[in-house]
C-alpha cells in the first residue's frame, strides 16, 4: 500500500495489508490496522481520491462507504492474489445525452470506432516489438492494412485475431535469457509470463473502466466485443489500444530489468504476497510515468493518457468529432 507522504498527489491507492479497515476522519481516508498494533497506517484527503483498489481481507466502515458514494470514489474489490471480484459504483449524475448517444450508435459508426481500435493495436503491437530489436514484422503490417477493408464486427474480430496470433508468436523475442514465452495461455494461465499478462491486463481493465466512468459512458456497452452478462464490453474494446504498449512493455519490463524473478511465483503460476506487493508498486509508478500524446502532442502520465482515450472515445460517439482517434504511437 502507498503510503501518505508529504504533498498527494495520488489519485488511486492500493491497500493489501490484511486485517485493515478503511475509515474517515476529518475529510480524510484512514487505513487502520485493526487486528494488529500498528495503529493508523496511512492517511489520504478524501476530496483526491478516485478509486481504492482493495485486496483480500480488507474491510470497510460503513461511514466511509457513504463518503465513497457522496464523492464518487470507485472501490474495486480483488482476492488477496489479485483476481478481480467486483466494485462498488457510487450514485452519479449521469449525463443522459451522453447515454443516449451511446444506446443509438448505428452499425456504421461502431464499426469506425473499432477499427480505430484494433489498428492502433496492431500498430502499437508493431512499435512494441521494434523497440526490442524484432524485426520482420511485415505481416502484421499486412494485418493492419487490412482493417480499413473489414465490413463488419466479424471480419474485424478475425484480422484482430490473426494479429494477436503473429504478435504473440514474436512475443519471446522480446525477453532475456531465463525467459520464454511459447503462447497465450489463460485460463489459468500456464506459465510465468501469461500469470503477469493476465494481471496486468486486469489492472488495466480497470484502469480503463474508471475512465469511462469518469466520463458518463456505459461500459457493458461495447463496439467490438460481444455483449455477454457481466462483461464490460466497452473497457475491453478501449483497452485494445493499450495492450501492447502499456501493458506487455510493463511485463517485459519487469522481467528483463529483473523486479520479478522465477523464485518469487508459486506453484500455481501466481505471485507470492512479496512479489504482488512489489508489482503493485511497480504498477502505480509505471502509471504516473510520462509519455508524449500522439493526438494531443503534450506529456501526461499513462493513467491521464487513458483518460483522454474516454474522452475522445466520448466526443466520437456524442458526435462532437467525426471519428475517435485511438492512442497509436508509431516509434
Not at 289 to 314: C, D, M, N, S, W
Request: negative net charge; contains cysteine; aromatic residues 10%.
Amino acid at each position: 500500500m502507498k503510503d501518505s507522504q508529504g504533498t498527494f498527489e495520488d489519485s488511486v491507492v492500493y491497500v493489501t495489508t490484511q486485517g485493515t479497515q478503511v475509515r474517515t476522519d476529518g475529510g480524510q481516508i484512514v487505513v487502520y490496522d485493526v487486528e494488529g498494533d500498528d495503529g493508523e497506517l496511512a492517511r489520504f484527503p478524501v476530496k483526491k481520491l478516485e478509486t481504492i483498489n482493495v485486496f483480500g481481507g480488507v474491510n470497510f466502515s460503513t461511514p466511509f462507504v457513504a463518503e465513497a458514494n457522496e464523492h464518487g470514489i470507485v472501490l474495486n474489490y480483488f482476492t488477496h492474489n489479485g483476481k478481480y471480484r467486483g466494485s462498488f459504483v457510487p450514485e452519479r449524475n449521469t449525463i443522459a445525452e451522453v447515454r443516449r448517444a451511446q444506446y443509438a450508435l448505428d452499425d456504421e459508426t461502431e464499426l469506425g470506432i473499432a477499427k480505430a481500435m484494433i489498428a492502433a493495436k496492431i500498430r502499437n503491437a508493431r512499435t512494441l516489438l521494434s523497440r526490442k530489436g524484432v524485426t520482420g514484422t511485415d505481416v502484421l503490417a499486412d494485418l493492419g492494412e487490412r482493417v480499413s477493408t473489414a465490413t463488419n464486427a466479424d471480419d474485424l474480430r478475425g484480422i484482430e485475431g490473426e494479429a494477436a496470433g503473429q504478435y504473440f508468436a514474436r512475443l519471446d523475442e522480446t525477453l532475456v535469457d531465463g525467459w520464454t514465452f511459447e503462447k497465450r495461455t489463460k485460463r489459468p494461465p500456464e506459465d510465468h509470463i501469461n500469470s503477469l499478462l493476465s494481471l496486468t491486463y486486469v489492472m488495466m481493465k480497470n484502469e480503463v473502466l474508471s475512465a469511462l466512468r469518469a466520463y458518463n459512458l456505459d461500459p457493458f456497452l461495447g463496439v467490438l466485443h460481444a455483449d455477454r452478462h457481466g462483461r464490460p464490453s466497452l473497457a475491453l474494446d478501449l483497452q485494445e489500444e493499450f495492450r501492447p504498449l502499456f501493458c506487455d512493455s510493463f511485463v517485459t519490463r519487469l522481467v528483463n530489468r529483473g523486479a520479478i524473478t522465477h523464485s518469487e511465483f508459486r506453484d500455481d503460476n501466481r505471485l507470492t504476497d512479496d512479489a504482488f506487493q512489489t508489482y503493485l508498486g511497480k504498477f502505480d509508478d509505471y502509471m504516473d510515468e510520462t509519455l508524449t500524446h500522439p493526438h494531443f502532442g503534450y506529456e501526461v502520465t499513462r493513467r491521464k493518457a487513458i483518460r483522454q482515450q474516454a474522452i475522445l472515445l466520448r466526443k466520437a460517439i456524442t458526435g462532437e468529432m467525426d471519428d475517435y482517434h485511438a492512442l497509436e504511437v508509431v516509434r
